[in-house]
């Protein structure tokens, strides 16, 4: 890569991810994907070092596809990034909001500013991307289309912000696996580190329950569970957790072991430290 750190994303140049991009990791370049296989198969590749690869978002909930595709990835989580999502209006230049007469925007942002649109009286018309909206708001000219993306957008595209903060809701945040090639060299057990790890169990009363008891009787936190069958069967579920602590200190270590013990198959996909965003009252 000549020297030239990249970092990978999902999206057109100017979304959120791109956004998350520039602030997790200042004065790196870039790399704008079609999709979350694609950005994946730039790190493997070498195309990019790492991977910026949105999770979860505090209104909509899960990102479909990460959970499916970060067992197979190959890759290792080695940070997180929590960006707040804040939307902006984007006009062609000498537009106002008087013109505007269509928005356009990713079918979850629209559904985050019902408010701006009830206000305005526009008619929604739901795009592939937030970032692609603002393309395409530029490329057509026309003062009665905008578009709802970030302040980057705007000016990648040489848009107007038009009004800035215009999601109903003002927690609107996403977090984001930060993944790489090779596992995160760390300094030792200590506090403020994340686990991320997959595990297996039959489908049969008390299964999951009996796994997770060591979680509770450690006194482990865990902040996220996914489940999801495994190649069609109804058998057996896997699982996707987060939780607080590093695996090779007490208490995360003992309960790590109980839970091997009523588990099937225990992989971890990552050791980190834990944003600051979650020291945040």
Same mark, same amino acid.
């Given at each position: 890569?000549?020297?030239?750190?990249?970092?990978?994303?999902?999206?057109? /140049?100017?979304?959120?991810?791109?956004?998350?991009?520039?602030?997790?990791?200042?004065?790196?370049?870039?790399?704008?994907?079609?999709?979350?296989?694609?950005?994946?198969?730039?790190?493997?590749?070498?195309?990019?070092?790492?991977?910026?690869?949105?999770?979860?978002?505090?209104?909509?909930?899960?990102?479909?596809?990460?959970?499916?595709?970060?067992?197979?990835?190959?890759?290792?989580?080695?940070?997180?990034?929590?960006?707040? %999502?804040?939307?902006?209006?984007?006009?062609? /230049?000498?537009?106002?909001?008087?013109?505007?007469?269509? %928005?356009?925007?990713?079918?979850?942002?629209?559904?985050?500013?019902?408010?701006?649109?009830?206000?305005?009286?526009?008619?929604?018309?739901?795009?592939?991307?937030?970032?692609?909206?603002?393309?395409?708001?530029?490329?057509?000219?026309?003062?009665?289309?905008?578009?709802?993306?970030?302040?980057?957008?705007?000016?990648?595209?040489?848009?107007?912000?038009?009004?800035?903060?215009?999601?109903?809701?003002?927690?609107?945040?996403?977090?984001?696996?930060?993944?790489?090639?090779?596992?995160?060299?760390?300094?030792? /057990?200590?506090?403020?580190?994340?686990?991320?790890?997959?595990?297996?169990?039959?489908?049969?009363?008390?299964?999951?329950?009996?796994?997770?008891?060591?979680?509770?009787?450690?006194? %482990?936190?865990?902040?996220?569970?996914?489940?999801?069958?495994?190649?069609?069967?109804?058998?057996?579920?896997?699982?996707?957790?987060? %939780?607080?602590?590093?695996?090779?200190?007490?208490?995360?270590?003992?309960?790590?072991?109980?839970?091997?013990?009523?588990?099937?198959?225990?992989?971890?996909?990552?050791?980190?430290?834990?944003? /600051?965003?979650?020291?945040?009252?």
């Amino acid at each position: 890569m000549n020297g030239e750190r990249i970092i990978a994303f999902q999206g057109r /140049p100017g979304a959120y991810s791109d956004l998350a991009c520039r602030q997790a990791k200042p004065g790196w370049t870039t790399l704008p994907c079609q999709t979350f296989a694609q950005t994946i198969a730039a790190v493997h590749d070498g195309q990019a070092e790492l991977a910026m690869l949105a999770c979860e978002n505090s209104l909509a909930g899960r990102v479909p596809d990460i959970h499916a595709l970060l067992p197979q990835a190959g890759l290792f989580i080695v940070g997180e990034h929590f960006q707040r %999502v804040e939307h902006c209006l984007l006009g062609i /230049p000498g537009s106002t909001l008087a013109d505007a007469r269509r %928005v356009h925007t990713h079918p979850v942002a629209m559904a985050q500013v019902r408010g701006i649109i009830t206000e305005l009286g526009l008619d929604p018309v739901v795009e592939f991307d937030t970032a692609g909206a603002a393309e395409m708001v530029r490329d057509w000219g026309r003062r009665e289309d905008v578009a709802v993306a970030s302040a980057l957008a705007a000016e990648l595209n040489g848009l107007e912000i038009l009004r800035r903060n215009v999601e109903d809701a003002t927690h609107n945040t996403t977090r984001f696996y930060i993944a790489s090639r090779r596992p995160q060299i760390l300094p030792p /057990p200590g506090p403020d580190f994340m686990t991320t790890l997959l595990f297996r169990v039959n489908n049969q009363p008390g299964a999951l329950y009996k796994a997770l008891g060591g979680l509770a009787t450690a006194g %482990v936190n865990m902040t996220r569970l996914e489940s999801y069958m495994l190649e069609g069967s109804f058998s057996a579920t896997q699982f996707l957790m987060d %939780v607080e602590g590093h695996p090779d200190a007490p208490p995360l270590a003992r309960a790590l072991d109980e839970l091997s013990f009523f588990s099937e198959q225990q992989e971890i996909l990552g050791v980190y430290p834990a944003s /600051p965003f979650r020291r945040k009252p």
